[in-house]
């Protein structure tokens, strides 16, 4: 009987498994058409995760060494070519394996929906703010000798101007100051988790987050190699015990939060839930990544410390501009301590990830705006009003749809009975963004409310009634 715990001492595990699985068959302990143990039951076997199993028998299906039957399960080929696995890639692992091909079905749907509709859509799957509502910030003028001499301000970090921008407004709404701590432009929140990845993990690391979470839907983890795990929420927020546990099993090395309006909830953690998340990755010596591209949208009476102000030399802090003057801004910042910064900026450098120049100059000149504040405050009023508007329409005609108003941002989070609410929507040209791609049922969606102006309210009270 072929003992299954022999690998030989390859890495990745994968090819370890593949390895074994060719010479077996070679030496005849494998014959062919027999059939090979569950995948679930060969991860037991050989003590890896399940996924590598697959892994591993896709690239030997793919190259005529095993074919694996629906319904029947894996078996080794009648003729298998052992010799042809080192020759051929199999790609289709590549493209089952991408995040972007799990939910493509989705943003198929509403991509044709957007480009092919003959009636008024009410587009509440949009990931940002609607441009009517970006603030206004009158013409930002940039001479050439102007950009001249901004090149001579550029550090090896960033467009000096805008750290310093920067840095005077988290002192500004009393987040935390940048002492012993370096700041570090990118080119947008996405870039900034991926350079955090890419400085500080190696392949196969474990990283955690929070479900659900636009960071279910993120490519930035699978392009960086390293395996990432989902924490429960409960009534009480977080489950800690949850987290513990992931924690010791998967050896967890970072823990990737959006406390302040999270995406796709719009829920803010309380103090105290993010001084026990705090005090759970310090006993377990877990870094934090903050991410909080939602900060600049909220009040400054509700607004609760960033993890970055509570225990600033472990957590590494992220925010961009993206919510607030939309996707295209493509400018961001890391927090870190000393150190830890100074291996991003070598990775960033190293990748050639530093961010346009130019870019970073108009960041600094729309931050600098006079118009700036003011237009933050009105988007921040609009966007209340919307609120209270939308959220009092779905109450009324949509009893059984259950959200928490959120206490600022551009989302609401509904779940309800119906799980092919997506769909029905669909069909009623209201779009929407399926629980799916943030790792919750199909009975979940997300609302953006943002671009439901007085026009469009009245629009999704005649589709609803």
Request: net charge positive; aromatic share 8%.
């Amino acid at each position: 009987m072929l003992n299954w715990s022999h690998l030989p001492a390859i890495k990745p595990k994968y090819l370890a498994i593949t390895q074994f699985i060719k010479q077996a068959i070679q030496n005849g302990d494998l014959l062919p058409g027999q059939r090979l143990p569950a995948e679930r039951e060969l991860a037991t076997l050989l003590h890896v995760d399940r996924s590598t199993v697959t892994r591993a028998l896709l690239d030997l299906a793919a190259v005529g060494i095993l074919v694996k039957k629906r319904g029947s399960g894996t078996f080794v080929a009648q003729l298998p070519h052992v010799n042809q696995l080192a020759n051929k890639v199999n790609w289709q692992a590549f493209l089952e394996n991408t995040t972007a091909t799990r939910h493509a079905t989705y943003q198929r749907k509403l991509a044709k929906a957007r480009t092919t509709a003959t009636v008024p859509l009410i587009d509440a799957a949009a990931n940002e703010l609607p441009t009517n509502l970006i603030p206004q910030l009158g013409t930002l003028t940039l001479d050439w000798q102007g950009f001249l001499t901004a090149q001579q301000q550029e550090e090896r970090t960033g467009y000096l101007p805008l750290m310093q921008t920067i840095n005077r407004y988290h002192t500004a709404r009393q987040q935390f100051t940048l002492d012993r701590q370096s700041l570090i432009i990118t080119g947008g929140a996405q870039q900034a988790l991926l350079l955090i990845l890419n400085s500080l993990l190696q392949p196969g690391d474990a990283v955690a987050f929070v479900t659900p979470s636009y960071f279910s839907a993120s490519a930035v983890f699978s392009a960086a190699g390293v395996r990432a795990y989902t924490i429960p929420t409960t009534t009480l927020g977080l489950d800690l015990t949850a987290l513990e546990t992931a924690i010791i099993k998967h050896r967890i090395k970072l823990l990737i939060l959006n406390p302040t309006l999270q995406n796709p909830t719009g829920r803010i953690l309380p103090l105290a839930e993010r001084q026990a998340i705090l005090a759970l990755c310090q006993r377990y010596q877990v870094a934090i990544v903050e991410d909080d591209v939602f900060g600049w949208l909220v009040d400054r009476d509700i607004a609760v410390p960033p993890f970055k102000a509570l225990a600033p030399d472990n957590v590494i802090y992220i925010s961009s501009l993206s919510k607030l003057l939309g996707s295209n801004t493509r400018i961001g910042w890391i927090v870190a301590p000393q150190a830890i910064g100074e291996r991003i900026r070598q990775v960033q450098k190293n990748l050639d990830l530093v961010p346009s120049l130019l870019a970073q100059v108009m960041a600094d000149h729309a931050l600098n705006s006079p118009e700036f504040s003011l237009g933050v405050t009105q988007l921040t009023t609009q966007l209340a009003q919307r609120r209270q508007n939308v959220t009092a329409i779905l109450r009324q005609l949509r009893p059984d749809w259950h959200f928490v108003t959120p206490l600022g941002g551009f989302y609401l989070w509904v779940t309800q009975a119906d799980r092919n609410v997506f769909e029905h929507l669909l069909e009623q040209h209201l779009l929407v963004t399926p629980g799916p791609i943030y790792g919750a049922d199909r009975s979940a969606f997300r609302f953006n409310f943002a671009g439901l102006d007085y026009r469009q309210q009245r629009l999704l009270i005649q589709r609803l009634s």
